[in-house]
């Protein structure tokens, strides 16, 4: 197995409520990351986690909350979203490689629309 | 810091038209290289990778030689299809700490016509 699945693969929600998105790897790869895509723009670093715990939190703002509860799985809270965060919420993740190189496999993303 | 730069798009070209994506860097230290893929609805997948000067990546027709005289990547390809249409980004990646943090340019889409 050699994906990341990542659902939903559309969420539309409202300012007030509150969703999560999912992602599941199999891979046994020990780093896992949330990056976020704006139309026409690249993948913006949001969060990354070595190990289960989070390494990189790219000062992304309280409203949206990761969670690592197993090497395979990969969690992002959303509560109180803005119609600016609209985007596409792709979810990555790599053999941890110390001094090797490996490539991060990404999922296919969740679109979400914020109203 | 760690920045990519690439052409702007989109590129558009004819069936079987050869294809060039410019892509410069800038990064301390000796990053690895890569292009990434993005069709319509889906995301990133790493097209080529090159770690080290003077390495070439290649897949699926396409090329890239590491330059750490120039600091580019290139992309090419000598006869694009139209199943080559999709967004192209070019990307370095140190590894501080046992993790890939990655660094994309803006992408270059890419539109081939019959």
């Known amino acids: 197995d050699t994906e990341v699945t990542q659902t939903p693969k559309h969420l539309v929600m409202g300012m007030t409520n509150k969703k999560s998105l999912k992602c599941e790897q199999h891979?046994?790869?020990?780093?896992m990351y949330w990056y976020k895509q704006k139309a026409k723009k690249p993948p913006e670093l949001m969060f990354v986690?070595?190990?289960?715990?989070?390494?990189i939190n790219e000062s992304v703002p309280s409203r949206f909350s990761p969670e690592c509860p197993n090497s395979s799985l990969l969690n992002l809270h959303l509560h109180a979203l803005q119609p600016e965060d609209s985007a596409l919420y792709l979810c990555a993740s790599s053999q941890e490689g110390g001094l090797s190189v490996e490539k991060l496999f990404f999922g296919s993303g969740t679109q979400l629309s914020v109203l | 810091g760690d920045s990519v730069t690439q052409m702007e798009g989109p590129v558009t070209l004819s069936e079987e038209a050869f294809l060039t994506i410019n892509c410069t860097y800038t990064a301390t230290g000796y990053p690895s290289l890569f292009w990434y893929v993005q069709y319509p609805g889906e995301g990133l997948q790493l097209l080529l990778k090159a770690t080290k000067a003077d390495d070439k990546g290649s897949n699926k027709g396409f090329e890239a030689t590491y330059r750490k005289e120039t600091t580019s990547f290139h992309l090419e390809k000598g006869s694009v299809q139209v199943s080559d249409s999709a967004v192209y980004f070019c990307?370095?990646?140190?590894?501080?700490?046992?993790?890939?943090?990655?660094?994309f340019g803006t992408g270059t889409k890419l539109q081939v016509i019959p």
């Open positions: 891979m046994g790869h020990r780093a």
């Open positions: 990307a370095l990646s140190d590894d501080p700490g046992g993790y890939q943090k990655v660094t």
């Open positions: 986690y070595s190990y289960e715990k989070l390494s």
